[in-house]
């Protein structure tokens, strides 16, 4: 709710500026890693050169 509303998942790890408690979804090089991830997610889901 709320911040989900306005922003989907994938706009979340794209900027990856937003922290998300108890998400399924780990957000790398975040200023609030997520730990015990069920999916870890290295080099983020787009990976770029």
Known sequence: M??????????????????IPNSQFP????QFPIPN???PIPNSLFPTP
């Open 2 to 19: 709320g911040v989900a509303e306005i922003f989907t998942l994938t706009d979340l790890i794209l900027n990856s500026q937003f922290p």
């Open 27 to 30: 957000i790398p090089n975040s």
């Open 37 to 39: 991830s069920q999916f």
